[in-house]
């Protein structure tokens, strides 16, 4: 009973490995089937190139983003909810501890992240002056 068991088992293993191969048209472990597996999968152009079809272009070069857009997109999922613990924007509470460790600190947590926080918040494109505006529009919400 294992025997046919183990061969029922191989057979199926086996007709996927060949179905998979078989729908790609390119014999398993072939030099077509690894450049296949291993094609890239996306491309970007720089400013000033030709983009092909298919290709993302870079966003243009243009006025800096408001404090308001970068919280809104980067800052907002933790900070009106305290997700991982986030000071939430408009309570004054949750900043309390934070203001008086001073706004050097401040700023190097924005930078860099603390606990949970990513460095930046996630927008590795904001600049510093983005991400100030965003800091001052949360602690604008303090007022």
């Keep these: ?12 293993v086996l007709s996927f490995v060949v179905g998979s191969a078989e729908a790609r048209r390119v014999p398993p472990g072939t030099d077509a089937d690894i450049a296949e597996r291993i094609r890239p999968h996306g491309q970007v ?21 408001s404090g308001q857009q970068i919280y809104d997109r980067f800052c907002a999922a933790c900070h009106t909810t305290g997700a991982a613990g986030a000071p939430v924007t408009g309570r004054a509470d949750d900043w ?3 203001l008086d460790q001073g706004m050097d600190t401040l700023w190097d947590h924005t930078l860099n992240g603390i606990g949970a926080m990513p460095p930046k ?12 505006a965003s800091l001052d529009y949360m602690l604008d919400a303090l007022d």
């Design 1 to 12: 009973m294992n025997k046919l068991f183990a061969a029922v088992a191989t057979l199926v």
């Design 45 to 65: 152009c720089l400013v000033g190139e030709e983009c092909g079809e298919g290709v993302m272009a870079p966003m243009a070069a243009g006025e800096p983003r």
């Design 96 to 98: 309390d501890a934070r």
């Design 121 to 132: 918040g996630t927008c590795m494109d904001c600049s510093d002056e983005e991400l100030q």
